[in-house]
């Protein structure tokens, strides 16, 4: 059980480069997350989804897409990579019962560097 | 708009004495709070919850206290140990917006021996 595992560890693009983040969980979790780590701003929220074929924007999801094919991926992309991407991005899950409270499960970051 | 803080960015505590977190909020539909921590290139786990129903939740060496009116709740670790050094992050959620968190600055403590 592996929990939430995320691809690459580590990056370095430069502006304008593209990439996608890959984020996979063995949990059979409903709910996915994208989060990004800037110094002295916490987690922000980027998009998430609910289930499979879903996904909403979160708190700052300008310059980000994301797709969730599969139940158990959730993958995160740049189109045009700009240095205010510079960041930690954390990928998190989740189960789905709304109506109580679940913890997040992280998966270890990715730390994309933009020149 | 920060709408949950931490204004401490960090505390130094002694090997065996208490540590207190605190964390404030703005939002009044905020139902649910977590407390994370977090090792240097590790992600974020969780370390324990309170619902707003409740005023304090205990789990082992750690406590998290929560009052509402004062929109703050803290996280008690007694005895700090040297591994309980790593920066702690406040969450908050509401009921309907699929677990989403907001997250506060972090604290980083650091326990000495």
């Known amino acids: 059980n592996a929990g939430v595992t995320q691809t690459p560890k580590f990056r370095v693009l430069k502006t304008g480069q593209s990439m996608t983040l890959l984020c996979a969980q063995d949990?059979?979790?409903?709910?996915m997350y994208w989060y990004r780590q800037d110094p002295g701003m916490g987690l922000r929220l980027i998009h998430y989804?609910?289930?499979?074929?879903?996904?909403a924007k979160g708190e700052v999801p300008d310059g980000y897409n994301v797709s969730r094919l599969k139940k158990q991926n959730f993958l995160l992309g740049l189109e045009s990579a700009a240095p205010s991407q510079t960041s930690v991005y954390f990928c998190?899950?989740?189960?789905?019962?709304?109506?109580?409270?679940?913890?997040?499960?992280f998966g270890p970051g990715t730390r994309l560097t933009v020149l | 708009d920060q709408q949950v803080k931490q204004n401490s960015p960090s505390l130094s505590v002694q090997e065996g004495r208490i540590s207190i977190l605190n964390c404030d909020y703005t939002?009044?539909?905020?139902?649910?709070f977590l407390w994370y921590k977090k090792y240097p290139a590790e992600g974020p786990t969780f370390l324990i919850s309170?619902?707003?129903?409740?005023d304090k939740n205990e789990d082992g060496r750690f406590t998290v206290f929560l009052n509402k009116s004062a929109k703050h709740l803290s996280l008690h670790i007694v005895p700090s140990q040297p591994g309980d050094s790593a920066v702690y992050f406040c969450?908050?959620?509401?009921?309907?917006?699929?677990?989403?968190?907001?997250f506060g600055t972090g604290t980083r403590l650091q326990v000495t021996l």
């Open positions: 998190a899950s989740s189960y789905s019962l709304d109506i109580s409270y679940n913890e997040q499960f």
């Open positions: 949990m059979n979790h409903e709910y």
């Open positions: 989804s609910v289930g499979e074929g879903t996904t």
């Open positions: 939002n009044s539909m905020f139902d649910y």
């Open positions: 309170i619902s707003s129903i409740k």
């Open positions: 969450a908050a959620s509401f009921v309907g917006t699929a677990s989403k968190l907001t």
